[in-house]
Structure formats: C-alpha cells, structure tokens
C-alpha cells in the first residue's frame, strides 16, 4: 500500500513571496503523483501531475514541481504567490494498477498574506 | 457544460435517515469514484466503478451502496445515516486504460446530519 506525507499543515506566506509545499511518499511500487488544489468550498481541482520523463513538471498558475525519486519527495514550488493562490493544497498518488485509486495526504493549507 | 457534476450541493438530514447524491460525468470516461473529506480536510477513497462493475470498494460500512446505472452517473445511497456520517463527499471520474490519468472531481456534497 501507498501513503502520503504532508509535512506542513499550514503555511502562512506574504503576497510575491515563493512558497514551497514539501510531499513524501511511500510505495512499493512506481506510482503517478499529482497536486490538486482546493479553493474554499470549492472542488478539487489539478495543478500538476507526473507521470513519467521529465522529473520537473510545471502545472497552471505558475506552479512547478520536481520528482525525486531517491528521496520519494514531490514537492511543489511557486516563485511568486498571489492573494488569490490561498487555498488548500493536495498531493496524492496513485497506481495504474489499483484502478487509478488516488491517495491523499493530509492537505496544506496556505494562507497569502498581503 | 460541467465536466463532473453532483447533485445536491448541501444537505442537511436528521439522524436514521435515507439519502442518495447523484453523479454524472460528460467526460466519456470509463471509471468513477466516491471520496469522502471529512471535518479535517482528509480525502479517502469510498468506491469505484469502471464500466458500471465495482473494482474498489474501501473498508466503508454497509450503510452506503454505491449504484451505477450506466458509465456516465454514480450516485451514492447511504442508509441509517449517522452522526459520523457529515462530510464532503466528491465524486470524480477518470479514464482507466489511458495514458492521461487525471481524475477530473465534482464539486462536492456537503452532508450535514443532525
């Protein structure tokens, strides 16, 4: 089985001030990853994903993340948020082989300041 | 021309009742979902269908019956409804056999049980 480590519950950051979303994960097998984001009462909704080649993916809204695989990290990375980047922030995996099941982790709230 | 649409947004129900959420996607998609989120935000798979069979079925109680009438719809019927039972449920459907993984998610149904 797969989890997700979501290192920080919350993550308070100034307006125009990069902000780093840490995700670990854990599975005996290769897995995709994802980032979801969630605006306030709102679905969820995908930033970036990973599949396979490049480890560094670049998603919508100017969000990036990098695979490392040595370290089962996926951490996701913005040079420069915006008031409107507050929200609720997802990483999840899964394995083709599970049915496309995803797994989740905890969530990272962040919290633009002006 | 919603993607993953969900049906009602907001219920609220006393305890012992009988409810269903309704589910459709217009994506052509062959899998659909169920996740829960409960009070602190955690996402946790419920069910899943591909091509209206179930393929994952979580450790959930008994009281929900998923139903798939056809590969575009999902709905969810929970029985005897509990306390416990408020949360957010997302459904979200994806195409199984695909390069493209991507789960693409409803807006949610907030149940509220009082």
């Known amino acids: 089985a797969q989890s997700v480590t979501q290192l920080d519950s919350q993550v308070p950051v100034f307006e125009e001030a990069p902000v780093e979303l840490r995700c670990n994960y854990s599975?005996?097998?290769?897995?995709?990853l994802f980032w979801y984001v969630q605006y306030p009462n709102q679905g969820l909704q995908l930033l970036l994903k990973y599949l396979s080649g490049s480890t560094l993916v670049k998603g919508i809204n100017g969000f990036e993340a990098e695979f490392n695989k040595s370290q089962t990290s996926f951490h996701l990375r913005k040079p420069s948020v915006h008031i409107s980047d507050t929200a609720e922030y997802f990483c999840a995996v899964s394995k083709k082989a599970a049915g496309n099941k995803l797994t989740f982790g905890g969530g990272t709230r962040v919290l633009v300041k002006p | 021309d919603t993607a993953v649409s969900q049906t009602p947004k907001y219920l609220v129900t006393q305890m012992g009742n009988d409810k269903s959420i309704k589910c459709e996607q217009n994506l052509g998609h062959d899998t659909m979902y169920w996740y829960k989120q409960d009070s602190k935000k955690f996402l946790k798979i419920m069910f899943s269908?591909?091509?209206?069979?179930?393929?994952i079925n979580e450790t959930v109680p008994n009281r929900f019956s998923p139903k798939s009438p056809d590969k575009a719809h999902l709905n969810l019927h929970i029985n005897s409804l509990e306390l416990g039972d408020s949360a957010v449920y997302f459904c979200a459907s994806s195409q199984l056999k695909s390069m493209n993984t991507e789960a693409f998610f409803g807006q949610g149904t907030r149940l509220t049980v009082v």
């Open positions: 269908y591909n091509n209206k069979e179930l393929i």
């Open positions: 599975s005996s097998v290769s897995v995709y």
